[in-house]
């Protein structure tokens, strides 16, 4: 059996030297062999409008729908925007979402973690993602992962005591994604 989990990593900033994206980039090297992951541009995707989603067929919104469907775990990385979701990345999870009762994450483990230079560790963001998250999938990890005072990134990594964070969550999510407890 192929024990190779598929995943799909949201990244909720653009900005070029991301303490977010450099998490993402180094739990997708955590994962290696053990998850075959893509990160999807989220600069792509159009904002949300009813009226596309009903006449046209968006091949971009199509594809990343499709590559979320095919994935067991679905892992945010976002930083806090005025105590709240990026605009970003909440325009993706509501493509996500549709259609209504039919969205790509239903029965995905989805995982959420947020960077960032405050001490308080993104908990709005972490807060409202799980909320949200929560309603589109009911296998949300009720653990989310803030990692807070990352002034900058070193040489585009993230600082040793983050990483080593990250990794412990990555383990504990990865255990609940395939539905085994931790030993
Ligand atoms: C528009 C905007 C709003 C922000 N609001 C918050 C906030 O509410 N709480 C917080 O802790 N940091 C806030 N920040 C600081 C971000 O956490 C910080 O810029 C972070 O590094 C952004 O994530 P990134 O490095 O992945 O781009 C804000 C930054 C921007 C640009």
């Not at 059996?1 to 303490?19: Q, W, Y």
């Not at 009226?51 to 979320?68: C, G, I, P």
Request: proline share 4%; charged share 20%.
């Amino acid at each position: 059996m192929d024990d190779t989990l598929k995943g799909t990593f949201l990244v909720g900033s653009l900005r070029s030297e991301s303490l977010n994206r450099a998490a993402a980039v180094h739990a997708r090297s955590f994962l290696a062999d053990g998850a075959e992951v893509t990160t999807p541009d989220l600069g792509e995707i159009p904002l949300y409008n009813q009226d596309l989603e009903e006449n046209a067929s968006l091949e971009v919104v199509t594809q990343f729908q499709r590559e979320v469907s095919r994935s067991d775990i679905v892992v945010i990385f976002s930083p806090e925007y005025n105590y709240g979701i990026p605009g970003l990345l909440k325009n993706a999870i509501d493509w996500l979402s549709r259609p209504f009762g039919a969205g790509s994450l239903i029965g995905k483990a989805v995982g959420i973690v947020s960077v960032t230079p405050s001490s308080r560790v993104g908990e709005n963001v972490r807060e409202q993602l799980l909320q949200t998250c929560a309603i589109l999938s009911d296998r949300t990890y009720g653990i989310t992962l803030g990692i807070g005072g990352v002034a900058s990134l070193n040489k585009g990594a993230l600082p040793h005591e983050g990483r080593q964070a990250l990794d412990d969550w990555l383990e504990m999510f990865t255990l609940y994604a395939v539905g085994r407890k931790p030993s």
